[in-house]
């Protein structure tokens, strides 16, 4: 028969309600009134087990954003021939998975065939190309998508408009157009103009929100306006600047979201980078949590291995809350407390009848690896054990995992 010291039922008594608390972002965001935490994805990560088998999981994700399958290039290649194959993917993994979809983006400067760049357009022919994009997509997609970026960044760093095709073509009317083609097709969908540098004030920010006027003034649907956030550790702008400038936004009476987080160094990190990045992630989800119209928060991939920024940013990088062996980095631990849920961030606590053991959660450099967390593989010099309840389970060579 076992005995249990008066210390050690104390200390049980003590921890049980902590276990009970949420353990996920999206779990500890939606107890705190959020529709969702989330993350982007990409279809050519789909083939690594590991990789989805964590995107799927609905404790830390409830949101999901194909990151490149639904954008204008991937979906009418050429003229009226559309291809949702590959958005398809994600947006069926998002079903399978009961997690909500954030569909990007419908008109972008970015990413378009030649043949909408390099045709000979007048205003009202590439209307009519504007409309039947938006009619096809929100259509296809109707009751899948949360919200849609129907517009995305249309604007220059000074608050003038974009010089794109759509702007030099139609004028400022392109975007109320775009939106009442959306609405048009899914009077449901939320529909959101999405940009990046108007996390804070400035002409920019002031420029996006003279847009939702705009929408606004032609009798048009907006719903919200999704603020990107890629920012630089040590450069982020602080939780009251963000919560002011968020508070701006839902002043004109929409929501906010933000769409694009993810918060970038220049390599190697350090220990002291990684901790001012947990704390600027903290800033940023801080911010949203302040604001009642912040609907939810979404990272622009939730790995380093999979992230954008060195690709486009060479020497800098490290940019996730996790890292490129899909091990959780202090950033995890400053989302999950400015999300509210202190408790599991900071400890997950086993007790037995004469022992007790603390393990952070949040770090690869523990003994015992949390659910999901990484436990074996060739050259895993991590905690090969795994939290109570689950169990290091062999994915291939190089990745075994807490399930
Ligand atoms: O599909 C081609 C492939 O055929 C080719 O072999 C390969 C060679 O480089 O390129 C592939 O295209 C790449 C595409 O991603 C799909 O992987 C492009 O080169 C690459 O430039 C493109 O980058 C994407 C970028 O948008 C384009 O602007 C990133 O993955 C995507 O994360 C990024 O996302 C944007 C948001 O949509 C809007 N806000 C900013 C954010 C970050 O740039």
Redesign the pocket.
Known sequence: MVHFSTAALVLVASVLPQLSQASGLDTAAVAAGKVYFGTAT?N?ELTDTAYVAQLSNTNDFGQITP??SQKWDATEPQQNTFTYTQGDVIADLAKANGQKLRC?NLVWH??LPSWVTSGTWTNTTLIAVMKNHITNLVTHYKGQCYAWDVV??GLNEDGTYRESVWYETIGEAYIPIAFAAAAAADPNVKLYYND?NIEYSGSKATAARNIVKLVQSYGVKIDGVGL?S?FIVGSTPSKSAQAANLAAFTALAVDVAIT?LDIRMTLPSTAALLSQQSTDYASTVGACMETDGCVGITI?DWTDKNS?VPN?FPGQGAACPWDDNLVKKPAYTGILTALGDTASATSTTTTTSSTTTTSSSSSGSTSVAAHWGQCGGLSWTGPTACASGYTCTYTNPYYSQCL
């Open positions: 990409d050519p990151g490149n990007h970015s990413q995305n960044e990046y990107q890629h694009e622009w954008w486009t």
